[in-house]
């Protein structure tokens, strides 16, 4: 398997559930990113991990929840969302110190609340 | 902070002509790089073409140009010879070099997006 895989592809929750995206990436990258897409919406950074650090968190409600256990893999936790929470969800990875500053994108989470 | 516009919502071309999908920025930085990123309805966002500041000549990708004016701040893409499979939603991007004022990190700034329509 090569690049950047997601799963699962679509999900639905209620707001009183617990689930988790997960996210894997193939090509030997160093950060990895959440996005949120939303419709009418620019995509939004949620959180970046840099060399399995957190080194961005864009002011995102506490019941999303990011996890980087290494440099491969990246989990979003969602607990107790919201119906406004419903949306894709993007992760990415790239070269830390890449000079083409190029992001490589898995192909989403589609987040149903209800 | 830097800003990326997309002042097209939605596009339409006829197959084997030629569009062009604008976008306009704002930054402060002299030196960044701007992509445009398509996503088909499959979803997955892909590099289309890659533009650094600093360089004069604008990218070219086979049928996919951009036309670059960095006093105007616009980054406008064209697609030659349109086919059925150019069609999706197209994002133009901002993105501060490693190390750079303004995104840290130099995460992505992304345009609403543009949604292509082919005809045949």
């Known amino acids: 398997e090569t690049g950047v895989t997601q799963t699962p592809r679509h999900l639905v929750m209620g707001m009183t559930n617990k689930k988790s995206l997960k996210c894997e990436q193939h090509?030997?990258?160093?950060?990895m990113y959440w996005y949120k897409q939303s419709a009418k919406k620019p995509l939004e950074l949620m959180f970046v991990?840099?060399?399995?650090?957190?080194?961005e968190n864009n002011s995102v409600p506490s019941r999303f929840s990011p996890e980087c256990p290494n440099s491969s893999h990246l989990f979003l936790h969602l607990h107790t969302l919201q119906p406004e929470d419903s949306a894709l969800y993007l992760c990415?990875?790239?070269?830390?110190?890449?000079?083409?500053?190029?992001?490589?994108f898995g192909e989403g989470s589609r987040l149903t609340v209800l | 902070a830097q800003t990326v516009t997309q002042s097209q919502p939605e596009m339409s071309v006829q197959e084997a002509e030629t569009v062009t999908l604008s976008c306009t920025y704002d930054?402060?930085?002299?030196?960044?790089?701007l992509f445009w990123y398509k996503q088909p309805p499959s979803r997955q966002m892909i590099l289309v073409i890659r533009?650094?500041?600093?360089?004069?000549q604008n990218a070219t990708e086979n049928r996919f140009s951009v036309n670059f004016q960095k006093a105007a701040k616009s980054f406008s893409l064209k697609i030659s010879d349109s086919q059925l499979g150019d069609a999706a939603m197209y994002f133009c991007?901002?993105?501060?070099?490693?190390?750079?004022?303004?995104?840290?990190?130099?995460?992505?700034?992304f345009g609403k997006g543009t949604k292509l329509s082919v005809k045949p």
């Open positions: 990415a990875s790239s070269q830390h110190d890449s000079n083409t500053g190029e992001l490589f």
């Open positions: 090509l030997g990258h160093n950060a």
């Open positions: 991990y840099s060399l399995e650090e957190r080194v």
């Open positions: 930054t402060s930085e002299s030196d960044y790089y």
């Open positions: 533009q650094e500041a600093y360089k004069q």
């Open positions: 991007a901002y993105r501060s070099p490693r190390g750079g004022g303004g995104g840290s990190q130099g995460n992505l700034i």
